[in-house]
């Protein structure tokens, strides 16, 4: 299957606006820490979702990003699709040229397999991720390992205030 970091970044960064939608806007920066994501590349997938509608900005202190609609309203195949990717587990990328220029016998096995993992990414919304005991987890123990780094980085400042 050829889903690239692109779109599992994309679905990750999401997951953690939708797990954190009740702080209000969600900075990159943020979202980089947790997810050890690059800030520069969280830009560029998020002008993808911003043009896809799948989220908002907010501009001025304390803004950042918020989810465009309800994270029920929100499916993980919109993600994937918005940023450009494609979930194709075809050995010719869906072009039908696997064998010199000609279709392979198990082309159509392939092609029939990407369009049933589209369909089942098209079934999971972020409310659904984010009911999951386990991404509970995950995402507060991200919380508590983030704040302890803000901390300490405050910690820092007060000591060094010229950094």
Not at 74 to 82: F, K, L, R
């Amino acid at each position: 299957m050829r889903l690239t970091t692109k779109g599992r970044y994309a679905v990750t960064a999401m997951l953690d606006l939708a797990l954190h939608k009740n702080q209000g806007p969600v900075s990159l920066a943020d979202i980089s820490r947790r997810q050890a994501i690059s800030l520069s590349y969280l830009e560029q997938l998020f002008a993808k979702l911003r043009r896809g509608a799948l989220v908002s900005s907010v501009r001025g202190p304390g803004g950042g990003y918020e989810l465009a609609g309800g994270s029920e309203d929100i499916y993980i195949a919109q993600i994937v699709d918005a940023v450009n990717e494609s979930v194709d587990t075809t050995k010719c990328k869906g072009a039908g040229d696997c064998q010199g220029g000609e279709t392979c016998l198990t082309h159509y096995l392939w092609e029939d397999l990407s369009e049933q993992i589209h369909a089942f990414l098209e079934g999971i919304s972020l409310a659904d991720l984010v009911a999951k005991n386990e991404v509970k987890r995950i995402s507060e123990k991200q919380d508590r390992k983030h704040l302890i780094v803000s901390e300490n980085v405050e910690d820092i400042r007060v000591l060094a205030p010229s950094l």
